[in-house]
Nanobody
Framework: QVQLVESGGGLVQAGGSLRLSCVAS????????MGWYRQAPGKQRELVAY???????SLTDSVKGRFAISRDNAKHTAYLQMNSLKPEDTAVYYC??????????????WGRGTQVTVSS
């Protein structure tokens, strides 16, 4: 059983910054990817940032140059640094961990999300 807890969301003015944290606990397998997704009202959940077990990071085009994803493997924690926030970044942000097993299979676990609201 694996649990993910997101934190760091809140209300911020456009141009401001927030740093989200995602802590994984429980039976966490050592080889895992972590990612951040977001879902705005009336829209589908979308990938924001992704980081592999070997620290290869990727960002969706709309946040490149503004956001950065990182991880601390010892703490089983992923971070999302968000700078130059825009109102269109307003969404619930969800953390994902994808754990890989020796047979090549994997399992996904999701956090409950943290609200980010960016005012004009």
């Amino acid at each position: 059983q694996v649990q993910l807890v997101e934190s760091g969301g809140g209300l911020v003015q456009a141009g401001g910054s927030l740093r989200l944290s995602c802590v994984a606990s429980g039976n966490v397998f050592p080889i895992n990817d972590m990612g951040w997704y977001r879902q705005a009202p009336g829209k589908q959940r979308e990938l924001v940032a992704y980081i592999t077990s070997v620290d290869t990071a990727s960002l969706t085009d709309s946040v490149k140059g503004r956001f950065a994803i990182s991880r601390d493997n010892a703490k089983h924690t992923a971070y999302l640094q968000m700078n130059s926030l825009k109102p269109e970044d307003t969404a619930v942000y969800y953390c994902l961990i994808k754990m890989y097993f020796k047979d090549g299979s994997y399992s996904d676990y999701w956090g409950r999300g943290t609200q980010v609201t960016v005012s004009s």
